[in-house]
T-cell receptor, first 114, second 113 residues
């Protein structure tokens, strides 16, 4: 079945460090891929998405490229800020149906220290 | 802006109580979802609804039921709350297209004592 695997956290970085959060997936068909972010005390919000192979999603300095050959969608940012401290979820759409269901990874907590 | 509103941020209930969690969205979305979020487990889908009065079980429906009488409102019901239902509950909505964005409420943190 469809699944998403993220690197385990927490990830602790100093401000201005480079960030990578790994995400790999297993899916049938051609899923869309997403990164959501959850700031403390809030619900999830979309960070970026990609709908087909080789697409790059980007937002707020974050980027992720849909790599079908490696079934990956790693999240990167060149220089993190304290305000980026949050939980990050990788997700995929559930294939051929039109129900809009998403399958989420377990989440990776990022803590950025000044 | 899309708004998904969950009726309570925090709830404390006793074992055996019937609990209602309410969710309202203002964007005329067809789909609505209930998830629970637990540390290390990510988000797990409890139920979703793709139209009024229509519902489907998600991955962990046991001990829960749902109601969708109006398009904008989706309720999660714990028929007889148990301590293992202590969790963060998140509601979301989306349009019906494949790969469409889900919009989330702020969550309800439920404690069952």
């Amino acid at each position: 079945g469809n699944s998403v695997t993220q690197m385990e956290g927490p990830v602790t970085l100093s401000e201005e460090a480079f960030l990578t959060i790994n995400c790999t997936y297993t899916a049938t068909g051609y899923p869309s891929l997403f990164w959501y972010v959850q700031y403390p005390g809030e619900g999830l919000q979309l960070l970026l998405k990609a709908t087909k192979a080789d697409d790059k999603g980007s937002n707020k300095g974050f980027e992720a490229t849909y790599r079908k050959e490696t079934t990956s969608f790693h999240l990167e940012k060149g220089s993190v800020q304290v305000s980026d401290s949050a939980v990050y979820f990788c997700a995929l759409s559930a294939g051929s149906s039109n129900t809009g269901k998403l399958i989420f990874g377990q989440g990776t907590t990022l803590q950025v220290k000044p | 802006d899309v708004k998904v509103t969950q009726s309570s941020r925090y709830l404390v209930k006793r074992t055996g109580e019937k609990v209602f969690l309410e969710c309202v969205q203002d964007m005329d979305h067809e789909n609505m979802f209930w998830y629970r979020q637990d540390p290390g487990l990510g988000l797990r889908l409890i139920y979703f609804s793709y139209d009024v009065k229509m519902k489907e079980k998600g991955d962990i429906p046991e001990g829960y039921s749902v109601s969708r009488e109006k398009k904008e409102r989706f309720s999660l019901i714990l028929e007889s709350a148990s301590t293992n239902q202590t969790s963060m509950y998140l509601c979301a909505s989306s349009t019906s297209g494949h790969g469409d964005i889900q919009y989330f409420g702020a969550g309800t943190r439920l404690s069952v004592l």
